[in-house]
T-cell receptor, first 112, second 111 residues
Framework: EADIYQTPRYLVIGTGKKITLECSQT?????MYWYQQDPGMELHLIHY???????EKGDLSSESTVSRIRTEHFPLTLESARPSHTSQYLC???????????FGEGSRLTVL | SQQGEEDPQALSIQEGENATMNCSYK?????LQWYRQNSGRGLVHLIL?????REKHSGRLRVTLDTSKKSSSLLITASRAADTASYFC???????????FGKGTKLTVNP
């Protein structure tokens, strides 16, 4: 069982609201990642971090932002949610550069 | 950019049969990984094969890697209904910190 947690698991909000998806891991991993996945589709990397105070944009352009103030915490924020942001957001972490990823259970966001 | 491409997109078999899924990629890699995702859940790591390995086993799983063809296959032997899930390959694009996933194969094992 991976020690990486995402909250909330499900969120339904109205357009224009600010939301933060939380991701925490207790494994001491330096590297953390956010992927976006529509139902039945592939994962797209939107943000990643090599460690504290390090954040990089992924391959898929996203209006979300991330921060990494603590090793264990990698929250994702949408300042003004839109229906196009409706998707599942998956957080993952790993130690080292090429090892396996540990995933959280995901946060399914619906913007009305 | 899409690195891994799984084939077939969907596969339906009977319990007890073997399931084979293929993955093709475009750039050089250090390793290739396979993951499983149950509907609506996060991904779970199954197996990692390094670029200098040709075959690897883990329980009922067998993975092969052909770097000359830039392809990999995942074989699940004696499948069970509980194996029903989507399976993704992921590659590191030549040692990049980023792991890029394919579109996945949706496997249905009928009891």
């Amino acid at each position: 069982e991976a020690d990486i947690y995402q909250t909330p698991r499900y969120l339904v909000i109205g357009t224009g609201k600010k939301i933060t998806l939380e991701c925490s891991q207790t494994m001491g991993h330096d590297k953390m990642y956010w992927y976006q996945q529509d139902p039945g589709m592939e994962l797209h990397l939107i943000h990643y971090s090599y460690g504290v105070n390090s954040t990089e944009k992924g391959d898929l352009s996203s209006e979300s932002t991330v921060s990494r103030i603590r090793t264990e915490h990698f929250p994702l924020t949408l300042e003004s949610a839109r229906p196009s942001h409706t998707s599942q957001y998956l957080c993952a972490s790993r130690t080292g550069g090429t090892g396996e990823l540990f995933f959280g259970e995901g946060s399914r966001l619906t913007v009305l | 950019s899409q690195q891994g491409e799984e084939d077939p997109q969907a596969l339906s078999i009977q319990e007890g049969e073997n399931a084979t899924m293929n993955c093709s990629y475009k750039t050089s890699i250090n390793n290739l990984q396979w993951y499983r995702q149950n509907s609506g859940r996060g991904l779970v790591h199954l197996i990692l094969i390094r670029s200098n390995e040709r075959e690897k086993h883990s329980g009922r799983l067998r993975v092969t890697l052909d770097t000359s063809k830039k392809s990999s296959s995942l074989l699940i032997t004696a499948s069970r209904a509980a194996d029903t899930a989507s399976y993704f390959c992921a590659t590191d694009q030549g040692g990049s910190e980023k792991l890029v996933f394919g579109k996945g194969t949706k496997l249905t094992v009928n009891p």
